[in-house]
């Protein structure tokens, strides 16, 4: 392993089959590669994590994906949509606890009513926090001019997870049809970055039918691409979806471990990109997320949605934190992140280092 992660340090071009290696490590292997992005994470960036509000404002969704909980044809879930009036409060409420950014998360609408709802929104927001949020959106593909309109109303990050990177399984998990097309998502993740947002991506881990070598070329695509932030979990049935019953040569617990190789791994990759501990981690493992930090992520996105809706935005089985309001979520999760030895970047931005390089390079 010692070689391997020496040669992948220096590399400019990492190869396909040592990530590979380094996604498989177990035992010593795997705590020399997790230990090994940790340090580099302090080198590049320091110890500080950062937090990230989440509002989960609606689970209503167009689409249909085929692992999804809320896909539009589940029709077990109440769906939910709140009003501009507390999602203002909820970014109150970040305002007020320090944390210096929120995510405004929603299932994919593509309506002119949803992207003038969106603009005033984050209008509205900046005006009753006096512009002192970083705004993350995460709402799907939209057309280039939404996402130019939301850029100028003050939203300058957004999250498009790709999914996979693999055209073949991406076909394999989605319904196949204009509205799930691999094209689209990654030509909106191009239009993102002309536009000048800080553009983050993930994939799932653990799919059914995905490989190694598909994971080692999603780490190779964040880096091709130049990705400023990533949010990546294993995948987590939903009994309600019709991926449920397929077979999955990986375990639950395979695919934490699998996950915590590829934080580290990226975190090798792309030493100053912001990484999120991805809440899915929590669903499997309770120390999830802080295992996720200890591998060299360095973001959490402790879930600020009014506590009444938090069951109804059920991705997946077992979605912690629902039956606790944001207060808890908050002193728990300061004492277990100083646990891991990090320090929290209260009333930080903690933009993205790699995107602020990029940008004044030129
Ligand atoms: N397991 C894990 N992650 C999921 N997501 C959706 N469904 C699941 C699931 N069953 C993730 C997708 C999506 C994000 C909002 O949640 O990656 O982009
Ligand atoms: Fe809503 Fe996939 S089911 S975007």
Same mark, same amino acid.
């Given at each position: 392993m010692k070689d391997i992660l020496d040669r992948v340090i220096k590399s400019d071009q990492p190869e396909s089959k040592d990530i590979i290696v380094m996604l498989k490590a177990c035992g010593e292997d795997q705590k020399a590669l997790l230990?090994?992005?940790?340090?580099?994470?302090n080198k590049s960036l320091g110890n500080k994590v950062y937090f990230r509000g989440l509002i989960e404002f609606s689970n209503i969704c167009s689409?249909?994906?085929?692992?999804?909980?809320?896909?539009?044809g589940n029709f077990f879930i109440d769906r939910y949509n709140i009003s501009d009036q507390d999602?203002?409060?909820?970014?109150?409420?970040?305002?007020?606890?320090?944390?210096? #950014?929120?995510?405004?998360?929603?299932?994919?609408?593509? %309506?002119?009513?949803?992207?003038? *709802?969106?603009?005033?929104? !984050?209008?509205?927001?900046?005006?009753?926090?006096?512009?002192?949020?970083?705004i993350t959106l995460s709402l799907g593909?939209?057309?280039?001019?939404?996402?130019?309109?939301?850029?100028?109303?003050?939203?300058?990050r957004y999250l498009l997870r790709i999914e996979t990177s693999n055209p073949d399984l991406y076909v394999r998990i989605h319904p196949q049809d204009d509205l799930h097309n691999f094209d689209k998502r990654l030509q909106s993740l191009y239009h993102l970055k002309s536009i000048g947002y800080q553009t983050g991506t993930g994939v799932m881990i653990g799919l059914p039918g995905?490989?190694?070598?598909?994971?080692?070329?999603d780490i190779l695509f964040m880096k091709t691409f130049e990705i400023d932030m990533v949010g990546m979990g294993p995948y987590i049935?939903? #009994?309600?979806?019709?991926?449920?019953?397929?077979?999955? %040569?990986?375990?639950?617990?395979? *695919?934490?471990?699998?996950? !915590?190789?590829?934080?580290?791994?990226?975190?090798?990759?792309?030493?100053?990109?912001?990484?999120a501990a991805a809440t899915a981690l929590q669903a499997i493992d309770k120390m999830g997320r802080e295992k996720a930090i200890l591998a060299g992520a360095n973001v959490i996105m402790p879930n600020i949605t009014p506590g009444i809706y938090r069951d109804s935005y059920s991705l997946y089985n077992n979605?912690?934190?629902?039956?606790e309001n944001a207060d808890d979520c908050i002193n728990c999760l300061d004492a277990r992140i100083k646990m891991t030895g990090s320090e929290i970047g209260y009333g930080e931005w903690g933009d993205s280092i790699f995107f602020i390089d990029k940008s004044s390079s030129c």
């Amino acid at each position: 392993m010692k070689d391997i992660l020496d040669r992948v340090i220096k590399s400019d071009q990492p190869e396909s089959k040592d990530i590979i290696v380094m996604l498989k490590a177990c035992g010593e292997d795997q705590k020399a590669l997790l230990s090994s992005a940790r340090l580099i994470k302090n080198k590049s960036l320091g110890n500080k994590v950062y937090f990230r509000g989440l509002i989960e404002f609606s689970n209503i969704c167009s689409k249909d994906c085929l692992y999804c909980g809320i896909r539009k044809g589940n029709f077990f879930i109440d769906r939910y949509n709140i009003s501009d009036q507390d999602i203002i409060n909820a970014a109150g409420f970040a305002r007020a606890n320090n944390y210096a #950014s929120i995510v405004l998360q929603s299932g994919e609408i593509f %309506s002119p009513v949803f992207t003038r *709802r969106i603009e005033n929104l !984050l209008k509205k927001i900046h005006k009753a926090t006096d512009g002192s949020l970083r705004i993350t959106l995460s709402l799907g593909e939209q057309d280039k001019e939404t996402y130019i309109r939301w850029f100028n109303s003050g939203a300058h990050r957004y999250l498009l997870r790709i999914e996979t990177s693999n055209p073949d399984l991406y076909v394999r998990i989605h319904p196949q049809d204009d509205l799930h097309n691999f094209d689209k998502r990654l030509q909106s993740l191009y239009h993102l970055k002309s536009i000048g947002y800080q553009t983050g991506t993930g994939v799932m881990i653990g799919l059914p039918g995905q490989t190694y070598e598909d994971l080692a070329n999603d780490i190779l695509f964040m880096k091709t691409f130049e990705i400023d932030m990533v949010g990546m979990g294993p995948y987590i049935e939903h #009994s309600d979806t019709p991926l449920f019953n397929s077979n999955n %040569s990986l375990n639950l617990q395979q *695919r934490f471990s699998l996950t !915590l190789n590829m934080i580290a791994v990226l975190r090798i990759v792309m030493p100053k990109i912001n990484i999120a501990a991805a809440t899915a981690l929590q669903a499997i493992d309770k120390m999830g997320r802080e295992k996720a930090i200890l591998a060299g992520a360095n973001v959490i996105m402790p879930n600020i949605t009014p506590g009444i809706y938090r069951d109804s935005y059920s991705l997946y089985n077992n979605k912690p934190c629902t039956d606790e309001n944001a207060d808890d979520c908050i002193n728990c999760l300061d004492a277990r992140i100083k646990m891991t030895g990090s320090e929290i970047g209260y009333g930080e931005w903690g933009d993205s280092i790699f995107f602020i390089d990029k940008s004044s390079s030129c």
